[in-house]
Structures are given as C-alpha cells and as structure tokens.
C-alpha cells in the first residue's frame, strides 16, 4: 500500500521506494510495460498517487548467479511459501559486501532455499549486524518481499530488542536523533546533531527490565532501522553496550566487582545485543504473526553474573 507520507509523490518515484532493491530505469521500464499496476491498472511513470494504492510487481523474474550456495548453520524458526524466519546466531554476516565474498546469511539461505535466488538478495529484507544475535524475516517470495519492505517502510514490522548497557538507567525513554556517517571514522555511524542531507531520522524506544550495580538490562524497539541504531543512540547517551567492539572505548567495570564478573567482562567479545521478538503481518493471509527469541547463552551468563555481583554488594 501506498502510505500517507508518499502522498502527492510520483509512481515512479514511489516504485522506486517501494522495489528499493531495482534500479530507477528497470522500474520506468515496468511501469511503462504495465510489470507495475496501481490497484491492478497500468499507468504512467508521472502519474501521483495519493495513499492508500496498492502496487503489484508482476514480473518474471532472473536467477541471480551472483552468490554461491554454502552449507551453514542456520536455525530457522518457522518457513512457509511466502516467509522465512531465521534466529541468527553472532559472528554470522549477513549479506557479501566488501571484505567479505562468502560464509554470510545469503549464501547459507541459498542453500536451504535454492529458489532464494530468484529474489533481490535472497530475501533478505533487513539486516542485524554480525555479532548481534535473534531473529530475522527474509521473503520467500515476491509478494512478501514487496509486502515486508512496505512493512519496514511504513513502520508496521515489530521489532524488540535487549541489550545489557554500561552504567545505571533510571527509566524508559525516546532516543530521537539521526544518524549517519561519523564524520572521522568512516565505519562507524554518529549523531548528527545539526541535521544534513547524509543523515537519516532515527527514533529507539527503551524500557528498563532490571538495574544492577554499574549496569541495566534493557528492551528496546525500533521505529526505524539505521545502521548501528541502537548501538549508536546508546552510545550517544553515554550507556554503551558491554561489549561492543566499535563504540566502547574499553570494558570497563566498578569498584568492588566480583572476580567471576570481572573475567566474564573481559571474554565478552562482542555487543551484548539479542533481538528477541518479531511481528509482523503475513504477506498473504494478513495475519498479525510473532516469535520471541530466548536470549543467547552468552548473554544469560552475562545477567547471571551480574544478579550474583549485585547480590553480594547487598548482602556486604
């Protein structure tokens, strides 16, 4: 469906949004060929639409040779015509980019689901960085991919997130600040705070679950998904993930920690970062439909030592 933020935009332009994964020319292209319908009707590449139009893809589609097919480990959580829901573990790329040719998500994927090959990235609608663990959705057909990416567009697709931060959060908040390219170290993102046109809105939602000495366990969701968002935002805030390799300066811990705390702080190699739940609307059957993740080992030993750490300081 076409939403109320595209309203008074051009097919053309919207199509673009919407087929994200597709250049502008293939889609003039299909739009003029009548490949993109607007509530099933051909129309011209200028035309503006107004919200609430539904566009179709109807296209043949050509095998992307591009990626090889890898045997690797990947849990899927539940998988039907249309939707794959997958629970990623960390040190898992996703996608091939650079520096990196094989071993990621799409080539696994590939080879559980050859006919991935016939969809922009093999589905892959959405992304978690390399050692963030949970769960994804990819499509597993066409209508899913353009019905997900709409999802993700429009703000509909749920997902929740915990997290284990440095220092004590007091309570829940909104983090409203764009992100974009740190501006020194260029692969890292930042808050931008004088807005421009090389950054992009993002909002994180948070609440607390449990405060401990030093440290909070946290849930967050995400109304929009930036790169690093979370891990960013909270960084922002002077609360960065324990672990994090990019945006915690050090690990770090206070005064009087237990030994079993310390040594676990120093072999947390990763961000402490899980998302742990997934809604979203069936592309075909528009069912509300949600998972939840258990949190990783990794991350249960982690709050375990720092309840027991907690503990003795009360008892002292």
């Not at 050509?62 to 998988?79: A, F, G, N």
């Amino acid at each position: 469906m076409v939403s109320e933020d595209q309203s008074g935009k051009r097919l053309d332009q919207i199509s673009a949004e919407v087929f994200s994964d597709y250049s502008r020319s293939r889609i003039q292209q299909w739009i003029k060929q009548a490949f993109i319908t607007v509530d099933g009707r051909s129309r011209k590449p200028k035309d503006k639409l107004y919200g609430g139009e539904k566009l179709t893809l109807n296209v043949e589609l050509e095998e992307d040779d591009r990626w090889e097919p890898q045997e690797i480990s990947i849990p899927v959580v539940y998988h039907d015509e249309h939707i794959i829901v997958i629970n990623k573990p960390a040190g898992l790329v996703v996608h091939p980019g650079a520096g990196v040719r094989d071993g990621t998500l799409l080539n696994g994927l590939l080879h559980l689901f050859p006919e991935l090959a016939m969809l922009p990235r093999a589905g892959i609608v959405h992304r978690l960085d390399k050692d963030t663990t949970g769960l994804m959705v990819v499509a597993h057909s066409l209508l899913a991919h353009t019905h997900l990416v709409q999802q993700l567009q429009n703000r509909t697709l749920g997902r929740e997130y915990e997290a284990v931060v440095m220092g004590e959060l007091t309570g829940g908040g909104v983090i409203d600040k764009p992100i974009g390219r740190h501006p020194i170290h260029r692969t890292k993102m930042a808050v931008i705070d004088s807005p421009n046109g090389h950054c992009k809105e993002a909002i994180t939602h948070y609440r607390l679950l449990k405060r401990f000495a030093g440290y909070t366990h946290i849930a967050c969701q995400l109304e929009t998904g930036r790169t690093h968002q979370i891990r960013v935002h909270l960084s922002h805030k002077n609360h960065p993930l324990v672990g994090d390799p990019v945006y915690l300066s050090r690990q770090r811990w206070i005064s009087g920690s237990s030994v079993d705390l310390k040594a676990l702080l120093i072999s947390f190699s990763r961000q402490a970062l899980h998302a742990k739940k997934l809604t979203l609307v069936h592309p075909e059957t528009l069912e509300i439909m949600a998972w939840e993740s258990n949190l990783p080992d990794d991350m249960q030993r982690l709050l375990t030592a720092l309840y027991e750490d907690h503990q003795l300081r009360i008892a002292e």
